[in-house]
């Protein structure tokens, strides 16, 4: 059975602070992992990683995968209050294209 | 840019009652999928469909039946709702990536 583990389960920070959101899995035949954002409605794709040490960046956010230990990070810096939702981790793996969630992450940015 | 509609936002039905929520993406994307999200369990899979008239369960498919008689539509089917299927319905959809595009989502409440 397919697992994913995300960690913290929440976090309260202020401004300007960075944040690190951890995502370990076990998926079999994995093929890549993908971050979404949840605010208040529907998640939004963040980033997608298939390949080990190779990061990914979009403005303040940043994210990497280690496909030897198994886990990946969403770094957040200088956060701001729009910051603030449900971050996903969303590890796929077989053929059909299904992706498993994780339990997601609460962030909390306070001004 | 990609857009999944739900029929609904809210929805209210009673015990018993055949519920159906329907989703419809506008981008031709083969693969479509149901999900419903509850605080502390995350987003799980119900079922999916990877072409018209196919579909494959997910991880909790018990209680739900879909169809996919177009590309675009996929619904799900609630044969007699029950008080533990209150949750948040998300459609999604994606082309051969492992990017899924959300719904805005549908809050059902069976009383």
């Known amino acids: 059975e397919d697992k994913v583990v995300q960690s913290p389960l929440s976090l309260v920070v202020h401004e300007g602070d960075t944040v690190t959101l951890n995502c370990s899995y076990e998926?079999?035949?994995?093929?890549?992992l993908l971050w979404y954002k949840q605010e208040k409605k529907a998640p939004t794709f963040l980033f997608m990683l298939t390949s080990s040490g190779i990061e990914k960046k979009s403005g303040r956010l940043s994210s990497i995968l280690d496909k030897k230990e198994l886990f990946s990070i969403l770094n957040i810096t200088a956060t701001q209050t729009g910051d603030s939702a449900v971050y996903l981790c969303s590890p796929s793996g077989g053929s059909n294209y299904k992706l498993t969630f994780g339990k997601g992450t609460l962030l909390t940015v306070n001004p | 840019d990609v857009k999944v509609t739900q029929s609904s936002r809210y929805l209210v039905k009673r015990t018993g009652e055949k519920v159906f929520l329907e989703c419809v993406q506008d981008?031709?994307?083969?693969?479509m999928f149901w999900y419903r999200q509850d605080p502390g369990l995350g987003l799980r899979l119900i079922y999916f469909s990877y072409d018209v008239k196919m579909k494959e369960k997910g991880d909790i498919p018990e209680g739900y039946s879909v169809s996919r008689e177009k590309k675009e539509r996929f619904s799900l089917i609630l044969e007699s709702a029950s008080t533990n299927q209150t949750s948040m319905y998300l459609c999604?959809?994606?082309?051969?990536?492992?990017?899924?595009?959300f719904g805005p989502g549908t809050r059902l409440t069976v009383t």
């Open positions: 998926v079999t035949n994995f093929r890549s």
């Open positions: 999604a959809s994606s082309l051969v990536s492992y990017e899924q595009y």
């Open positions: 981008m031709d994307h083969e693969n």
